[in-house]
């Protein structure tokens, strides 16, 4: 540690030799970043000793490392506070932020190239993740009535977001650059196939009705084991390198709470069908759960694909936010999958996240978090909300506008429930709101049904964020597409332009390295 607090005090204030630029304008020093005084008290705050190091840092690493350093350090000292001093609710927030924290810890370790050489992609959504992680620990304090301690807490002294924000300009100012400069970046097919990181084998998995199974899962006893949970404690014993463990849910009703850790990567998860293979729970916030813990089926572990399967939270509306699931895999697939609840059922908390397929139910804010999210062929099925509330498919999270996530709804269709469909004259229902600053979404080629608002969305508060955010409507259909009526605010657009549309595509917005011609399971990379 001494030692690495020795390598961030050679970079000196005065760094002039790199040229990088961010919203357009060229970084030479600290004072070109969005928080400068951080970067400036960061490297006032080291001693340099070892001065044959000083070349091998660039302004990068230099914030790279500093954001880690205060990152560990928050963590150690998160680490030794005895936690049966906390009261239930601040307990529990607590327990989150230690597992978020950990997630931002990884994430820094691979912008720095731990485990090989990331791209400018790579490192934008994994920063992106971090920042998300700062803002999702600090949000469970606050929703808990945990407020006041949210200053005093390790997670958010050292100026960890501000140091992270200042990474984050510096790795999207470098992939600008290399674009300026003629880099290359591999073209994307046309092809309609999978993404890239979804393998041959997988693919035809995906496709296949049969499945060749690692592990089977079985309510009646007929698998190896009755509960999800167990046959993923069995995985870690059965599984061996990065090889795709498949584990195959039959038909059932699982009443459990299931969460994916981050140690378990490349899992596949495969029902027997929407409402037919079923886990179900009803962790809520009024309960006492933290938004981030509520969800019935958590997975955090890369590569993760779900296919034919069915997440629910039974909490109902009166009891607020209530996660069915929740998702911070990086590279993850969800095909043929349901996610029913009311507010906030589908969690796309941080990474890149594809939907095909699926079918999400909900009322308030129900797609919602700051990752990089495509949800194509998909149907959003709004339902009756309680007497005193408006619906709101969307509400994204981007607290950063150099982060690249956002919601990214294509070739999809919003329409009522059943539940709502008789009384749909009585509640209103718009696209999304600005949970954050920087929310961004886009809704494109899709079918809006006439239950959508004629303004199209809804204020969050105020004039909060309507003049940075990013809303966004591209060559919608049905009765409620019309965009006449929408809001007039400065951050909302009609999208006119193939090119700046196509920005939202699977190809461009998910940042696949390739294309695969595929067989089976339709998967468009364009428009």
């Known amino acids: 540690m001494a030692k690495l607090w020795a390598v961030l005090g050679l970079v000196s204030l005065c760094i002039t030799t790199l040229n990088v630029v961010v919203n357009g304008a060229p970084i030479t020093s600290c004072s070109q970043t969005p928080y400068p005084e951080v970067c400036y008290s960061l490297a006032a705050d080291a001693t340099p000793q070892v001065a044959e190091e000083k070349t091998r840092l660039g302004f990068g690493d230099f914030t790279l490392r500093g954001a880690m350093v205060r990152a560990q350090r928050a963590h150690q000292l998160a680490s030794a506070v005895d936690m049966a001093s906390l009261d239930g609710r ?90 300026q400069g003629g880099g290359s970046r591999r073209l994307l097919s046309k092809e309609k196939g999978y993404p890239s990181w979804v393998s041959a084998a997988d693919r035809k998995l995906l496709q296949s009705a049969s499945v060749n199974a690692d592990l089977v899962v079985a309510k009646d006893g007929s698998g190896h084991y009755k509960t999800i949970s167990e046959a993923l404690a069995a995985s870690t014993k059965l599984r061996s390198g990065a090889k795709r463990f498949v584990i195959r849910v039959k038909a059932g009703i699982y009443k459990e709470n299931v969460d994916i850790p981050k140690s378990m990567k490349n899992l596949i998860l495969v029902g027997d069908g929407i409402d037919a293979t079923v886990v179900t729970g009803s962790r809520n916030v009024v309960d006492g759960s933290t938004t981030f813990r509520s ?14 399967m069915t997440f629910e939270n039974t909490a109902g509306p009166q009891k607020y936010q209530a996660v069915a699931l929740r998702s911070g895999s990086d590279l993850s697939v969800f095909y043929r999958c349901s996610f029913k609840g009311y507010q906030d059922t589908l969690y796309v908390q941080s990474q890149r996240q594809f939907y095909r397929e699926c079918d999400i139910y909900g009322t308030v804010d129900f797609i919602f978090g700051d990752s990089v999210a495509v949800l194509q062929n998909c149907n959003m099925y709004v339902r009756r909300p309680m007497s005193n509330q408006k619906n709101t ?27 709502l469909k008789p009384v749909q004259g009585s509640f209103k229902t718009y696209l999304g709101r600005p949970w954050k600053q920087y929310s961004r979404t886009v809704f494109m080629k899709s079918t809006l049904d006439n239950l959508v608002d004629p303004a199209g969305w809804l204020e ?8 940075t955010l990013y809303y966004g409507e591209h060559m919608n259909t049905g009765a409620g597409a019309g965009t006449s009526g929408r809001v007039k605010w400065p951050g909302f657009r009609v999208i006119t332009s193939v090119s700046e549309a196509s920005k939202f595509t699977v190809g461009n917005f998910l940042s696949g390295s390739s294309w695969i011609p595929g067989t089976g399971v339709p998967f468009t990379a364009g428009l």
Do not use: Y
């Open 393 to 419: 498919v969307t509400a994204q999270g981007r607290t950063d506008p150099n982060e690249n996530t956002g919601i990214s709804i294509h070739n999809s269709k919003v329409t009522s429930a059943s539940d």
């Open 460 to 467: 969050w508060s105020g004039n909060f964020a309507l003049s």
């Open 90 to 179: 601040a307990r529990a927030a607590w327990a989150d932020c230690m597992e978020l924290s950990e997630g931002t810890i990884r994430s820094l370790n691979r912008s720095m190239g731990s485990s090989g050489q990331p791209s400018d992609e790579d490192i934008q959504t994994w920063l992106s993740a971090a920042i998300a992680n700062q803002q999702t620990c600090q949000d469970g304090f606050k929703e808990l009535n945990q407020a006041t301690s949210v200053t005093a807490l390790p997670f958010a002294s050292d100026n960890i977001s501000e140091l992270l924000s200042n990474s984050l300009a510096v790795a999207k100012s470098n992939a600008v650059s290399k674009l």
């Open 295 to 308: 969800a019935t089926f958590a997975v955090t572990g890369d590569g993760f694909i779900a296919r034919d």
